[in-house]
């Protein structure tokens, strides 16, 4: 189809000609007919886009809200994560062990770790999705007592650490979330009857508080505040007490501040507790230690565990 531009081509490139009336008068109203047509077409196409783009719109709203759009777009993101190793930034790749799978027999741990509320996460990783938690072990508290382990083991310190889920275990056995404890208890005692060298067993949990009350900062960098958690109901709430009265005299002689407390769970007013003693009954040394909180980092979190691992070292030499 010849346009505007082609019709005054061809006039510009003609002969001269002195045409009549007539002529001209056609040749103008063709060339106002063809405008007019390109005006409309122009202004067909334009509606067409805005009513395809405002529809485009209009469904996307509704997947996302109405047809679990939401999870797919943050499944798509956690995979997209991974595929431009990001392990690299939030530390090793955690694999989900059976709960049986505590170590190769040669394994002769000194110190066991192990979480008993494992998808515990931070607001880095989840937003404002409450209760910050997350089943990718790259993203929660699992990946702090991993790096822990690492620590201690290059110091010479062996440490065995303990990944199993005790979320998905719970699932599977119709338990409710307050029965977290019973299952990391059954962890705990098969390490303790398998293990004879363990001196110090360890629940790494991450805090619940602000910022400003879980963060220090260390030569120009911020670190997650340490708190030491005993549960005066444990049956060996004395050797529990003096490990873990040990454990923050060292954090507080290298690095006064960084230690948030050693906080006892007293019974409440009318002399019951919790429920619980944190599994602080099966062994005399053990330790509930919370690593920061939910906004902090896992660097930060890194850096926090990478001085504990020095002050493990430390008490297990005067043990």
């Known amino acids: 189809m010849r346009t505007e531009e082609d019709l005054f081509h061809e006039l510009k490139n003609s002969s001269d000609l002195t045409p009549n009336n007539e002529f001209i008068n056609k040749t103008r109203n063709n060339l106002m007919k063809q405008a007019r ?21 209009v469904l996307m709203i509704y997947w996302i809200f109405f047809l679990g759009g939401t999870q797919f777009i943050s499944t798509s993101f956690n995979h997209l994560s991974s595929a431009i190793n990001i392990n690299s930034i939030k530390g090793p790749s955690i694999e989900n062990k059976p709960i049986t799978d505590l170590g190769s027999k040669s394994t ?71 029965k977290s404890y019973e299952v990391s208890g059954e962890i705990v005692q098969s390490a303790l009857n398998k293990y004879e ?30 708190s030491l958690v005993v549960s005066k109901n444990s049956k060996k709430f004395k050797e529990n007490k003096r490990i873990a009265d040990l454990v923050g005299m060292k954090i507080e002689e290298k690095y006064p501040g960084l230690l948030r407390g050693v906080f006892i769970k007293e019974p409440y007013n009318d002399g019951t507790f919790e429920n619980q003693n944190y599994n602080q009954d099966l062994f005399g040394q053990s330790l509930l230690i919370e690593v920061g909180g939910v906004e902090n980092t896992l660097e930060e979190e890194y850096r926090s565990i990478e001085i504990l691992s020095e002050v493990i070292k430390d008490v297990l030499n005067e043990l």
Do not use: C
Request: net charge positive; aromatic share 10%.
């Open 37 to 57: 047509k390109m005006d409309s077409r122009r202004k067909f196409m334009k509606k067409s886009y805005y009513i395809s783009s405002t529809l485009a719109s």
């Open 108 to 178: 002769k741990p000194e110190v066991f770790i192990y979480h008993t509320h494992n998808t515990e996460s931070f607001r880095s990783f989840t937003g404002e999705t409450i209760p910050y938690a997350s089943n990718d072990h790259n993203e929660n508290i699992t990946a702090v007592g991993k790096k822990l382990s690492q620590f201690l083991n290059e110091k010479n310190v062996p440490a065995l650490h303990n990944d199993a889920d005790i979320n998905s275990i719970l699932k599977e056995k119709g338990w409710s979330f307050s």
């Open 197 to 226: 060298n363990i001196k110090l067993v360890i629940d790494i949990h991450r805090d619940s508080q602000i910022r400003s009350d879980t963060t220090y900062t260390i030569n120009g960098q911020d670190v997650g505040r340490i």
